[in-house]
């Protein structure tokens, strides 16, 4: 049964957040990162970033790596209500809209506000196909001039919450997370369409390796990780 009320939608959101905060306290978290300053939570960071992750990751995303000037695309959908209070809860700042319902709005409160913030942004949502790349991610990397940070997530034990299109993982208490951040990818300022296709055909390729990295550690390989993400194929990765 959904909850059609904004005042309880409110009060479930909060909820959520003190649940999976209790949660996330027991999950060991490993980071892996191809340059300085590429993931959401690093304070020190001088560059800002889009940081392009997979609709399934975004609750694990949400607990374990953000920055306080964070901006987010979050659907207009009924669930997009309760992800815009839950980012809220944790500092940081929803922008409704997606691909089929005030994408275009939204794309430009993006752009227009985005100076000095990162970006994160779900690129297979919110209508699927699951971990399909969207042009959306390249565009707005294009009209910000900001580079696209891929990241990927695993977990060596979790649920996984069963959705229309995709599912969501949730880690196990006492799991191991695992969240990597490849290079950067430069996209084009002003990109034509043709620039555009290759970037989010670049985007993709550089998500897909990841996320391959990132089961097999959470399979229990002993990889080296440090350099395998230095080893993407991306021509256009910026240090």
Known sequence: ????SEFMVGVASRMLVWVMRLLFLTVRVRKFVAVPGGTPDDQNGENCHSFSIWHDSLLVTIFIVRRPRMF???GRHRDGSY????LRAVG???VRGSSSRGGA???AELIQQS????LAMTPDGPRGPRRQMK???AFIASHTEKTVVPMAFSCSRAW?????WTDLMIPKPFSTVYALAGPPIAVPKGASRAELVNATREIQAEMDRLNEIAVRLAEGEDLDVPTLLTQSECQSAAA
Request: a positive charge; one cysteine or more; proline letters at 7%.
């Open 1 to 4: 049964m959904r909850i059609r």
């Open 72 to 74: 987010a695309l979050v």
């Open 83 to 86: 992800v815009s209070n839950v």
């Open 92 to 94: 940081i700042r929803p």
């Open 105 to 107: 709005q939204a794309a």
């Open 115 to 118: 100076r000095g913030h990162d």
């Open 135 to 137: 042009p959306g991610c």
């Open 160 to 164: 996984h919450v069963r959705g229309s």
